[in-house]
Structures are given as structure tokens and as C-alpha cells.
């Protein structure tokens, strides 16, 4: 998928005074459907008078409104030969270890070499689902598990456990700071209001929660175990730079690279080097589609992860 933006506004009427934001959009711009209305207000991309507002907002007549609609082109995706590592795989399910800058699907900057290609490749039937049978991801430099559905009726089941928030989804993470305990981040996030490739915690993002534990601290950085109770994009990274612990080589939340003082020349090279997001999907574990059984996977950390944190324990020794 590519996207486009275009930027609309209309005057609201007198008549409409009283009525539910999202309904005098939908009044407004009638070539929209409500619920596609209603997500743009959640993501603060409408404003009246100048001013986010929330789907349930009343309008009293007269304002201004101003909606930017994003609106997604469909881009035809053909099958290519990419190699995946592929950690499961029957009759309703393939599970891969997905590779730091392997994209999810095809988006603007990114038409092809996608997992979707690999996939369509790997298993042309997967043509006949949406988005070959991905039903979460994972943004283009974090590693780990991901699902895909084979068929009509796997894809309804995994959909339906997300959306139930039944899929149990573990990460590790490397954070720039130290931590004094594990918590719980419950924030909206939705996407930045100023910088677009961004998404941000504000009150009218989607609801997010983000539960984290302490593994390891080390002199400047802690080891988090992450779990997720929701899916929102970029959102263990929103999370973790909202409590100002951004994640190690973050490239669009972490600011500028911190170095532990007194650090030695290894540890201070492989945090230059460390050009990504230390962010790693450790464990998914779900309801068997076809089953019923709950089944886990887990797959190791990747060996950049394993470097990273082989330079910071040692470090701390000789601290």
C-alpha cells in the first residue's frame, strides 16, 4: 500500500448543531464511510476551529473543520524469491523470524521486496487472503516472530484473537537509560500532529498499554523483557521514549547517542554501530486456528542484540 494525503474543510451548518462529530463529518463529506471518519478524529488528523477533538465531540454550528484524509492506493504486489526463516509452518499457519529491514508489506518508499512478496512467492494460494495472510507486524528494523494466516478461516480466528487482545506477545529491549523497576505505560498514542512519520502519546490516539520488566541494568542502559496488550505502530518505541528510557538506536525516537562515561573504545563502537532499533519479538503464543490448542513459539535473540549486550555486561565488569 502507498498512501496520499489530501487536505480538506467545509463550514459546519447551522443544521447540524448538536449532532456527534463523527456525524456531521460523515454529513460533510459523504464520500468517506463513518468508521473511516471516526478512525482520522482518533488519529488527530480532523480539527475544529483549529482544535483535536474526539469522535463524540458535539459540534454547535459555524465551526471550521479541517480533515486530512489519508487514503491508501492499492499497489499490486508480485511474488519474489526472498529467503525467510521459517519456524512453523502447517496447514492454517506459517510463523517466520522476520530479519531486521525486511519490510511487512508494500507501502510508500518500499513497492516490493516485502515479506508479502516473499510469501506470495513462498505459497501463491496467499494471494487469495488480504495482505497474503499478515495479520500484525512488525516495523522494518525490529526482529522476531510473526504469524501468518494460510486460509479464509485462519485469518478470521487470528483476527478476532487480536482484537480480543488473546495473542500473548513478548519482546526483549535494550533501553538508553537505568532503570529503577518494571511498570506499566497505559497511553494513546496516535500519529505525531506536526511530524507525520512519527506517531506520539497524545489524548486522541488509540488506546495502547505497554507492561515492562527489568532483566539486566547495566552502567547507562537497561534489558527489558516487554509484553504488549495492544498493537499499536511503533508503540513499545513510543512507550519506552514517552518515560524518556528511548530504545538503543532508535532512529526516530531516541535523540542523540548516549554513551556511558569512562566507556571503553568496544562498547563505545557498538553503540555507534548499532544503527536500529534494539527491539526483538521474542515469543508469540496463540490459539491454534484449526485445533484450539495454545501453541508458543520463541526464537533467540539476533546476534547484533547478543553483541550489544555482550558489550555492555562486559563493561559494567571492568567499571
Known sequence: MSERVEHLSARVGVELAGKRLDQALAQLFPDYSRSRLQQWVKEGLVTLDGVICRPRDKVLGGEWVALEAHLENQVECRPQAIDLDIVHEDEALILIDKPAGLVVHPAAGNPDGTLQNALLHHDPELIQLPRAGIVHRLDKETTGL??????????????????????????????????????????PIGRHPTQRVKMAVHHAGKEAVTHYRVL???????????????????????????????LVGDPVYAGRLRQPAGASEQLRETLRCFHRQALHALKLGLTHPLSGEWMEWETPLPDDMQQLLEALREDLQHA
Open 216 to 246: 539486566e541494568r547495566f552502567r547507562a542502559h537497561t534489558y527489558l523483557k516487554v509484553k504488549l496488550e495492544t498493537g499499536r505502530t511503533h508503540q513499545i518505541r513510543v512507550h519506552m521514549a514517552h518515560l524518556r528510557y528511548p
Open 146 to 187: 510473526l504469524v501468518i494466516a494460510r486460509t479464509p478461516a485462519a485469518h478470521k480466528s487470528l483476527v478476532e484473537q487480536l482484537q480480543a487482545r488473546e495473542f500473548d506477545r513478548e519482546y526483549r529491549a535494550v533501553a538508553s537509560g537505568v532503570m529503577t523497576a518494571g511498570g506499566s505505560v497505559d497511553q
